[in-house]
């Protein structure tokens, strides 16, 4: 139960889908019930989520991997302190636990088990990765599914604060002594997908009618999450890399794992670079519309930016839910000023699991 209330309030965005907050929050509104995540009411408030494997949950996933998706089904919505019942996508007897949630309807289970399989594809469930891949499948929920966690909003208004500093002056008048309220609110407004009265002098100058600018707005958080994302990330990329590259076994490999281990770390080392430059210049992507709008007074390049931003979410999602995964799981496996130990086998594991998680399909991407 402990577990529970703490993955309630502190789980990152990118770890957990919390249908059980968004039924809380918006149960009652027509987008919420009209465009449902899963038809199923029990999954409509389940906790979905990316879990780092035990050693003695691997065998229920008939393969090895480091981590599975796991399905939360609260006993009591409403109250998590009741408990709750999980499993995991794709374990040993996943068809009948799934049989246990549906609705009778065939079309409707069939969406649903369409839709668990593709989260459990994803490399970790950001609402802007994951929405940009739903459309891809013609899924289309309500946008209340896709929020930030509590935690992670928490974590980043600072600075999506200084981010925005450079717009208020050119979007509102009488900006003075006011500038940290005005910043503040407008902060708030963004994060809580907000396009009201109060934002209408930003929507009018960048000339947008109201269902796009609603949309601009959830583009332009995604953004920004994104940034704080990579620029929280970022300082632990090296050491984890230089840990990989220096790794050894505390057994004896064979010459056939030596080769394959020794060349999988330079492959991961380039992958992992490769991946972190290509989140950079998609940023710079955006810094550049931004700073058109904000510096130049163009805001016909923000605007546009915004309307085709979405194009570009499942590949800095993909990316950075990748290298995020790397390392995490490293640390959580090698604590840090720990000398790491591993068996071979082990190691082969991971760094297999690590390469797969590389491996990228090419998307779209702007025009330089």
């Known amino acids: ?26 149960q009652r509104e027509p987008g919420y019930i009209e465009n ?14 990316k879990h780092r494997l ?10 090895y ?5 796991k399905v939360i089904l609260p006993l ?20 009948s636990l799934l049989a246990e949630v549906a609705t009778g309807d065939l079309t409707a289970d069939r969406r649903d088990e369409t839709l668990l399989h593709i989260l459990d594809g994803l490399p970790s469930l950001d609402p802007f990765l994951m929405r940009e891949r739903l459309r891809q499948e013609e899924f289309t929920p309500d946008r209340c599914y896709f929020n930030l966690s509590e935690a992670d909003s928490a974590q980043m208004f600072e600075f999506v604060r200084r981010e925005l500093r450079p717009l ?39 000339n947008m009618e109201k269902a796009a600018f609603e949309e601009g707005i959830f583009c332009w958080k995604g953004f920004i999450y994104y940034k704080w994302t990579l620029n929280k990330l970022l300082p632990q990329v090296r050491p984890v890399s230089e840990e990989i590259a220096g790794i050894k076994p505390s057994d004896k490999p064979t010459m056939e794992d030596k080769i394959y281990m020794d060349a999988a770390r330079e492959r991961l ?8 430059v290509t989140v950079r210049n998609t940023l710079k992507v955006y810094d550049k519309a931004y700073r058109d709008l904000t510096h130049n007074g163009k805001p016909a390049a923000f605007r546009e930016f915004l309307m085709k931003a979405p194009s570009l979410f499942y590949e800095l999602g993909e990316r950075l839910g990748s290298v995020d995964h790397i390392v995490s799981f490293w640390r959580y496996r090698f604590p840090a000023d720990v000398r790491p ?21 090419p998307h779209y991407h702007f025009p330089r």
């Open 1 to 26: 139960m402990r577990s529970l209330l703490s993955l309630q309030s502190g789980a990152s965005t990118a770890r957990a889908l919390n249908l059980t907050a968004t039924w809380r929050k918006h």
């Open 36 to 49: 449902a995540f899963f038809r199923s009411p029990v999954l409509n408030r389940a906790i979905i989520l």
């Open 54 to 63: 035990r050693a003695d949950e691997v065998e229920l996933l008939g393969s």
């Open 65 to 69: 991997r480091t981590t599975a998706t």
């Open 76 to 95: 009591d919505p409403s109250d998590l302190r009741v408990g709750a019942r999980s499993f995991f996508i794709y374990q040993t007897g996943y068809r």
């Open 168 to 206: 208020v002056g050119m979007s509102f008048d009488d900006v003075d002594v006011r500038m940290f309220e005005k910043t503040d609110k407008l902060a708030h407004k963004i994060m809580a997908n907000a396009a009201d009265a109060e934002l209408e002098p930003l929507r009018r100058g960048l």
């Open 269 to 276: 080392a380039q992958s992992i670079d490769d991946a972190v």
């Open 341 to 361: 130990k591993v068996l071979t086998e082990d190691l082969f594991d991971i760094l297999a699991d690590f390469e797969a998680s590389l491996s990228f399909e």
